[in-house]
Nanobody, 119 residues
């Protein structure tokens, strides 16, 4: 079974930066789109950024040019570079990937990584 492993979360001061990584492990699968979501306490999960297999990206409006999503297909890894972080960016960030395996397309989720922005 495919697993998504996230890393790079932590605590940072306002205006700081973090780089999140999400790597898919396993074999015999093909990754389509990959996305980052986030969920703050008491809030609904929301889309942060997405990237297609061809590299086309889209972002949530709240990002306002601060975040950049990218992927390394050779490593089955997606990244989220987060700059100019704000306290309202505090949330658990989840990696999501559409994965084709045994002719079935499924959505996979990482377990989440905490991002805390505070002074």
């Amino acid at each position: 079974q495919v697993q998504l492993v996230e890393s790079g979360g932590g605590s940072v001061q306002p205006g700081g930066s973090l780089r999140l990584s999400c790597a898919a492990s396993g074999s015999g699968f093909r990754i389509n789109a990959m996305r980052w979501y986030r969920q703050a306490p008491g809030k609904q999960r929301e889309l942060v950024a997405g990237i297609t297999s061809g590299g086309t990206t889209n972002y949530g409006e709240f990002v306002k040019g601060r975040f950049t999503i990218s992927r390394d297909n050779a490593k089955n890894t997606v990244y989220l570079q987060m700059n100019s972080l704000k306290p309202e960016d505090t949330a658990v960030y989840y990696c999501n990937a559409d994965i084709l395996q045994d002719w079935v397309l499924r959505g996979y989720w990482g377990q989440g990584t905490q991002v805390t922005v505070s002074s």
